[in-house]
């Protein structure tokens, strides 16, 4: 079951609650008479700005569910005329006759059954002998109407059928007892509220006319509340107490307080459902001033249109489950004395969180039964997919900050004399160089991966790395370098270079080159930011200045070969050699001359690099 909203020309919204086989006709009928607009053949429902077919059902509509619609007059009242029905029977032959709208199917039958005396009995018939028993079934488009009640209830009007040619398949099927038993309980339902509707439709067309209701009108009315409160009685008169504030239900997250009058005025909704204790007191004479009050205040209620506030009937109350009916109890014995009604000695005792009344199940709370496995008895039952985390690797580590000048050279004297041929020479560390550039080729044909994909990769690249240098170069070519783990995030990094700023407030930015790119997700760790094993960033900002760093730490800078080392000590000498061959790793790109690289292939028992690979040699 879905809810229809409505527009109303007054600025109000009316909820409607429907099913897919609910006419719209009914819908627009319904929200005219709660909300005063009669009659409704002068009004009809548009979506958007496309006005809608009222005789469809909501299956067959294309409308999509929870609807708004909106209210509107229509240019001309619209006029109903006779139906052409085509009735067809199991055997496959077909009888067609006109009706006006407001025939029921059943007399349509009984109509058939008279005119011709071959179908005498044979259409209306019920046989109780079989089990279950068989009902005459009626089907339009795909809604069932079953049974001799259903199909006495059940109109053309309300098929949505007022003029045209339809037609309806006649069949009879064993139903069981307890759908039947719900057919009528559906059906008495419809009848009641109705009754309801029409009520409420008089009245507003006596309050706009502004005369008292038709005496023939007030005894319709006296007789439907007598009928309710006479099977309250039978009910017992504590029951009946008791229900008095039972039939209203405020919403626990809406109904904080009462609307003042000025909030009338707004768009408000209002559910289907309306029903107080005053109109029983009307009809039983139990005070007049106090059924008075009951009654104004209902009306109030009924004209106020407060969102999330729904009104229900004793019947309509009980089909709630026993937890909403506890919570309906609480919350109309918390709200009614606001609203200058009195509340039922058992509403009070609710408020006040005492037991529920005797003969209603208690339902236990939550998860109160509930036992772990006795076989997971002793054994560590929480584990998520953070229980196998090594918490040290996101741990900060020393940092072991070094700072020293780029410009500096750590070339030695022997660098001024000329380089030996051997230095030219491709050596090891050049091919895994040159592999290194060719799987990252290699890496750039491959299909596409996922997210996840290169995460798992990248971690598995670099998970023999303990520790990740980097080096921050300001712009006045100072370097400062600091140790990290791999897996912490690009914010530590931030914040190692604000701890050593002169002005901890200024902003600036980290970026690498080239090409330039800023380092903004402070939330990515140094692997996924490609700042692990080595890399250099640069330090910018947009305040200028001669030095950023403070003066006791650039009293602290020291040789560039003291850098170095600790480089060398926390990576591998491959891995230093692979990894600081780019421009944005630190380190050098070719051995020292004071050590050269011997010639690989100079001694032929050991494997090395083939003579003819060599180059730069004459």
Known sequence: MSTVQVLCPNGRRQNVKVTPNTKLLQVLEEVCKKQGFLPPEDFTLKHGRKPVDVTLSLRYSNLPNNVKLELVKSESSREEQDVLIALQLEDGQRLQHTFPPATSLWDILQHWENADSTHKGNLCKVDPSTKPPTQTTCIYMREEIIGEIALQSMTLRKLGLTGGKAVIRLVHRPVDDSIMAEILDKIEREKTKLQKLDLMAQRQLSQQEGKSEDPVQSKEAQSVDKSSTAEDKTEGPKNSASRTSEAMEVDAKQSASVPSTSQQQQ????????????????????????????????????????????????????????????????????????????????????????????????????????????????????????????????????????????????????????????????????????????????????????????????????????????????????????????????????????????????????????????????????????????????????????????????????????????????????????????????????????????????????????????????
Request: hydrophobic content about 30%; proline content about 8%; charged content about 30%.
């Open 267 to 618: 768009p408000m909704e209002v559910e289907d459902k309306i029903e107080t204790e005053g109109h029983r007191a009307m009809a039983t004479g139990q005070g007049q001033g106090q059924s008075n009050q009951q009654q104004e205040f209902a009306e109030t209620i009924r004209q106020m249109n407060i969102p999330g506030v729904q009104v229900f009937s004793p019947g309509d109350f009980h089909e709630l489950s026993a937890q909403e009916q506890e919570v309906a109890r609480r919350l109309a014995a918390h709200y009614m004395p606001l609203m200058g009604l009195h509340p039922s000695p058992d509403q009070q005792k609710a408020a006040a969180g005492s037991k529920p009344k005797r003969g209603r199940p208690q339902e236990a709370p939550m998860f109160s039964e509930f036992k772990f496995p006795e076989e997971t008895k002793g054994k560590e039952v929480y584990k998520n997919e953070l229980s196998e985390v090594n918490r040290e690797e996101y741990k900060p580590c020393d940092r072991q900050a070094v700072l020293f000048n780029a410009e500096e050279t750590t070339r030695t004297a022997a660098s001024n004399e000329d380089l030996p041929d051997e230095f030219f020479e491709i050596n090891e560390n050049d091919i895994k160089r040159m592999m290194v550039d060719l799987q990252k080729k290699v890496e750039a044909d491959q299909p596409l991966l996922t997210r996840s994909m290169i995460q798992e990769r990248l971690e598995s690249k670099y998970a023999k790395y303990q520790q990740v240098v980097v080096r921050v170069q300001f712009p006045d070519k100072v370097v400062l370098q600091g140790l990290f783990r791999p897996k912490e995030t690009v914010f530590a990094l931030h914040k190692f270079v604000r701890g050593h700023l002169e002005d901890k407030s200024l902003k600036f930015y980290l970026y690498t080159a080239p090409p330039k790119q800023v380092l903004k997700d402070q939330t990515l760790t140094l692997i996924q930011a490609k700042l692990a094993p080595a890399s250099v960033v640069y330090f910018g900002s947009e305040t200028t200045k001669d030095h950023y760093l403070s003066e006791a730490v650039m009293k602290e800078i020291g040789p560039k070969s003291k850098a170095e080392d600790i480089v060398e000590n926390c990576l591998s000498k491959d891995d230093t050699s692979t990894s600081t061959g780019t421009d944005s790793n630190p380190g050098p790109s070719k051995p020292k001359p004071s050590k050269p690289a011997s010639n690989a292939s100079s001694d032929p028992k050991k494997p090395g690099v083939p003579k003819w690979f060599t180059v730069g040699k004459k």
